[in-house]
């Protein structure tokens, strides 16, 4: 079992970065992929990120290639995504989440693992 916590979140303006970070306890972090989704009101849950296990691959929600990274620091116990030329569209409740997996999907079902999110405002 792994305890996920994320960090990071706040208001920011349109065209600003973000960088939320996720940090992990309990089984071995380095046998989870890793994923990020995100939420906004009255919408259902969207894949944003997600990178495997050794981090030597990931994928993006198309809304968010060439504007997020993912990346983990494994000896660390954290994964983090850097969020650039933000839009009033990406506000939302940001989760980290975590599977047992080899890659991480798009689907939040095949996660087992989330943190309590954090919030992220960004204002046009």
């Known amino acids: 079992q792994v305890q996920l916590v994320e960090s990071g979140g706040g208001l920011v303006q349109a065209g600003d970065s973000l960088r939320l970070s996720c940090a992990a306890s309990g089984r071995a972090f380095s046998t989870y992929a890793m994923g990020w989704f995100r939420q906004a009101p009255g919408k259902e849950r969207e894949f944003v990120a997600t990178i495997t296990r050794s981090g030597a691959n990931t994928y993006y929600g198309d809304s968010m290639k060439g504007r997020f990274t993912i990346s983990r620091d494994n000896a660390k116990n954290t994964v983090t995504l850097q969020m650039n030329s933000l839009k009033a569209e990406d506000t939302a409740i940001y989760y980290c989440?975590?599977?047992?997996?080899?890659?991480?999907?798009?689907?939040?079902?095949?996660?087992?693992?989330w943190g309590q999110g954090t919030q992220v405002t960004v204002s046009s």
């Open positions: 989440a975590a599977t047992t997996r080899v890659r991480g999907t798009i689907y939040p079902g095949h996660y087992a693992y």
